[in-house]
């Protein structure tokens, strides 16, 4: 069973920066693919950003210039950092990975908001 574990959410101003972070349980090398997703009330989970097999990068087309993902293999930790943050970025922030066998495993979530 992968466990995921994100940090780094809160309360930021419109404009502002916050960086996520996802520590996983097991080496990268087992993920097909490892990204962010994000669920607002009323509202289905989405994408935000995820890297594909190790290569592939994708955005969101809403965060593109905005947001960054990446990840540190030593520390089994995937980031997302967020610039020139939104009001509807407001959402529970998700860090998600599906294995080779397709199954797809998701951290607890964290919390984003963007309110002045």
């Known amino acids: 069973q992968v466990q995921l574990v994100e940090s780094g959410g809160g309360l930021v101003q419109p404009g502002g920066s916050l960086r996520l972070s996802c520590a996983a349980s097991?080496?990268?090398?087992?993920?097909?693919?490892m990204g962010w997703y994000r669920q607002s009330p009323g509202k289905e989970r989405e994408l935000v950003a995820t890297i594909i097999s190790g290569i592939r990068t994708v955005y969101a087309d809403s965060v593109k210039g905005r947001f960054t993902i990446s990840r540190d293999y030593a520390k089994r930790t995937t980031y997302l950092q967020m610039n020139s943050l939104k009001p509807e970025d407001t959402a529970v922030y998700y860090c998600?990975?599906?294995?080779?066998?397709?199954?797809?495993?998701w951290g607890q979530g964290t919390q984003v908001t963007v309110s002045s």
């Open positions: 097991e080496n990268f090398f087992s993920f097909i693919d």
């Open positions: 998600g990975v599906s294995d080779a066998l397709g199954r797809r495993y």
